[in-house]
């Protein structure tokens, strides 16, 4: 007889299936089993037959004895074997078995299995003597968690060799990877994309005299985020077609997603500085934006080689080495952007610009919403990792697992860079908009509490203008007053709109209101 634990197969199963990276697997030892997702023909459009394909000896693998094969789906797993009272189990019906009626003499030589209950569990015998045995398809037709497993018969000694193919409806990629297929979710992202860099393109061609340089990055960034898509798709559909991963897709797609994510970062930062709508240059800031996501780009490269040729479960101080750098660098894009966008907001509300304030309070609420986004799915994900060695978790949720991995942060994304795309696309009156006040009313008390607060921020000498001025404006040119800045190199740019913009403000009278100029839709 043969006796082995359930708990030993399902610890080694809880291992094995943190690492399932292709479509064959092989058993030799008795307290191995395989598991995979499989889905059903119907269940995929097109889809061809769905069979688990078990195999003895091939490829002339030296087998000394006969060997039991069991397949089924997890829900069922618990019901193969005759438990006792000690807590052990017996798996095979031998003579021994058959005398203490654990199994009947049809099921010899094969895992004992309930015979008088509907299940989805089938035994296979493969006779080393018969040729005829050495394979076995067990047809799949429900989409379901199904496990493999194998014993020698009669001899502990056997040694042996089973090789599985899982072949799903669609192709070789892994069950679990199959909602990234070009047909699934990479493919739709890959479609929304290009509709997004379409609809973007048009609007910049009809406003091409009134782009304004963030607009550019934006455009760069799309023009980024397809080429992204393109290559994620053509990697799984590779994947799909030869059952493994292309080594080079690995590199081109990891090279692309630390570009990605960098030069988003970077796009943010110079948004919430108000880089083309409240300053017209960043001067020397915005070769440190530059330089920050150059240093963020290299470190995530170096991110993505180590986590693919690194094992996380052997070289646990190199991951750390791999992953601080980069969460370093990410760290300073989050508290740099944070503070940039609260100065803008700042110097917005000193101006009294009220539509540009507002835009940028939506900026700032979508960041909140985001940065809340991550901590409820930073929460979620930390639960499924207390929970993973629960050997009922991933059969349970495996369609969800791919998800909470990659899933949600893309949606994340697109979600986030779409509402960017709304508030900053492009318009007839961008430029007009972007460098000009509002018009506002402002009693001379709160007009001296306002000055007071720009000095206090650093802006030495705010100006304002009046009606007249804007009614005696006839070149119609667009005024861009945000005080002097500390940067040489923005000084000598808005000394140029401080001399279109001469200010003609009246002491003599305390009654006199102070208006800005508004160029705006």
């Not at 082995?4 to 092989?26: G, H, K, Y």
């Not at 005299?209 to 980024?224: E, M």
């Not at 929460?379 to 990659?406: A, K, Q, V």
Request: proline share 3%; net charge negative; hydrophobic share 40%.
């Amino acid at each position: 007889m043969v006796r082995l634990t359930l708990w030993s197969l399902l610890t080694l199963f809880v291992v094995w299936i943190t690492c399932i990276s292709a479509n064959e697997d092989s058993l030799t030892d008795p307290l191995d089993q395989k598991c995979s997702l499989m889905f059903e023909k119907s269940a995929i459009i097109g889809g061809k037959n769905s069979v688990i394909s078990l195999k003895l000896n091939p490829d002339n693998k030296v087998t000394t004895g006969n060997v039991a094969a069991v397949v089924a789906e997890w829900k069922d797993y618990y019901k193969i074997g005759h438990k006792l009272e000690d807590g052990k189990e017996i798996l095979i019906c031998d003579k021994a078995a058959i005398e203490l009626n654990f199994c009947s003499e049809s099921q010899e030589n094969n895992f004992i299995v309930p015979i008088n209950e509907t299940t989805s569990i089938v035994t296979h015998f493969f006779n080393l003597k018969s040729k005829d045995t050495y394979t076995f398809n067990y047809p799949i037709n429900k989409t379901a968690f199904y496990c493999v497993a194998t014993s020698p018969v009669n001899n502990d000694d056997t040694q042996y060799f089973v090789t599985i193919d899982w072949q799903n409806p669609y192709g070789e990629l892994p069950a679990s990877e199959y909602p990234k297929l070009p047909a699934s979710f990479y493919g739709a992202l890959s479609l929304i994309y290009l509709v997004i860099g379409i609809v973007w393109m048009t609007l910049s061609i009809i406003h091409r005299h009134d782009i304004l340089p963030v607009q550019n990055y934006i455009s760069g960034v799309i023009l980024f985020l397809m080429l992204e898509m393109a290559f994620n798709w053509g990697y799984w559909e590779n994947y799909n077609s030869y059952g493994h991963s292309s080594t080079f897709l690995i590199i081109v797609v990891a090279i692309l997603n630390a570009g990605r994510n960098s030069i988003s970062f970077f796009m943010l930062l110079i948004v919430c500085m108000g880089y083309g709508v409240v300053k017209p240059t960043l001067g020397s800031t915005m070769n440190k934006c530059r330089a920050l996501a150059a240093t963020h780009f290299l470190f995530g490269i170096i991110y993505s080689a180590g986590t693919m040729l690194l094992d996380p479960e052997n070289a646990n101080p190199l991951i750390f080495l791999v992953i601080f750098p980069l969460a370093l660098t990410m760290t300073a894009f989050y508290i740099w952007t944070l503070q940039s966008i609260t100065n803008t907001l700042q110097t917005l509300e000193i101006r009294k610009q009220t539509v540009k304030s507002l835009m940028y309070k939506r900026l700032y609420r979508l960041l909140v919403f985001s940065v809340a986004v991550l901590g409820v799915f930073f929460f979620i994900n930390m639960i499924n990792y207390l929970r993973r060695e629960d050997p009922d978790w991933i059969p349970t949720y495996w369609r969800w697992r791919w998800f909470l991995l990659d899933g949600w942060l893309n949606i994340l994304y697109l979600i986030v860079f779409c509402v960017i795309l709304i508030i900053w696309r492009p318009t007839r009156n961008n430029k007009r908009f972007a460098m000009s006040e509002e018009l506002t009313q402002e009693d001379p008390y709160e007009l001296e509490n306002t000055l007071r607060a720009a000095e206090n921020m650093g802006y030495d000498n705010v100006k304002f203008r009046s009606e007249s001025d804007r009614l005696h404006n006839d070149s119609g040119s667009a005024i861009f007053d945000i005080g002097d800045e500390h940067d040489d190199d923005d000084d000598e740019f808005n000394n140029k709109w401080d001399d279109e913009s001469t200010v003609r403000a009246s002491h003599g009278d305390s009654s006199q209101s102070s208006h800005e100029v508004t160029s705006q839709r």
